[in-house]
């Protein structure tokens, strides 16, 4: 019963999706790391009086900031990060600044080159083949674990989160290029995995997840998608629903290994320039 229930809910996202959808709507976007914090080219304010927060508050803040940048593809591979630069953007001291740079090169979206400062982190092939295998994996597991144990609480997370990216992508021809699709199509895949029960698991996917979506967005910006991702994503909903773990860790991995192959193809033809 709640299987038909839930298809009849699919069926009607699915057809244009004009009927509201009202069971499940209430689940959050996940919030944007830098809204807290003090717009670029303006010094960072965390206290009374234009106070700077302390030295840990204020590395972690730039620490999100500048990651986002990179994450986005703001920041080109291999771009050399001037310190004057982003002390002048980010309105900081070079203490803060330089433990921020040394955060985000442990998180390896930053290199660290002795007596010549910080460069963003290239890309390869063979480090896409790597963020892929390593998704495919630690995804499957988390999807596997949330179908087992997920109750009536994670599908209708997971039917609001589908219905969300749904709705936004009627509105906009062009959602791979805005970040408000960013934010729902990662809410959708990680309300699959939410119910697995596992906090360090799920961190690693996410992880995983932003070195994934910034190859993406890096090389398909430009190219548009070669497929309809919007069924892919259904077929996953579909899947999961139905609690057919096989058949949704198989969906997941056709999923994660298209997007991987194409950008894979675009890093190559870039090379050949």
Excluded at 109 to 118: E, K, M
Aim: hydrophobic content about 40%; charged content about 30%.
């Amino acid at each position: 019963m709640r299987v038909t229930i839930a298809f009849e809910i699919i069926q009607k996202i699915d057809f244009i999706g004009k009927q509201r959808f009202s069971g499940y709507a209430q689940a959050m976007l996940h919030s944007r790391p830098e809204a807290s914090i003090a717009g670029e080219g303006k010094p960072e304010r965390g206290g009374p009086n234009g106070a700077q927060p302390a030295g840990g508050t204020l590395a972690s803040a730039l620490a999100l900031r500048i990651r986002e940048t990179i994450l986005r593809g703001e920041r080109a591979p291999g771009a050399r990060l001037r310190l004057d630069e982003l002390r002048a953007a980010y309105g900081v001291s070079l203490s803060p600044l330089r433990e921020a740079l040394s955060r985000l090169a442990a998180e390896g979206l930053v290199i660290a080159q002795d007596q010549r400062g910080y460069r963003v982190a290239p890309v390869s092939p063979e480090n896409l083949e790597e963020v892929t295998r390593l998704r495919i994996a630690l995804e499957g597991m988390a999807l596997q674990e949330s179908i087992r144990v997920g109750d009536e609480h994670w599908e209708g997370e997971v039917l609001a989160a589908f219905h969300r990216l749904t709705r936004l992508e009627q509105r906009s021809p062009k959602r791979e290029r805005i970040p408000e699709w960013e934010a729902r199509h990662r809410e959708f895949h990680f309300a699959l995995l939410a119910a697995c029960g596992m906090p360090l698991l799920l961190q690693f996917c996410r992880t995983l997840h932003d070195f994934s979506d910034r190859y993406r967005r890096l090389f398909l910006a430009r190219h548009p998608l070669d497929r309809d991702v919007h069924a892919e994503h259904l077929a996953l909903l579909q899947a999961a629903i139905e609690r057919k773990q096989r058949k949704a860790t198989d969906l997941l991995e056709q999923h994660v290994t298209r997007t991987s192959a194409n950008v894979r193809s675009a890093i190559l033809r870039n090379s050949k320039r």
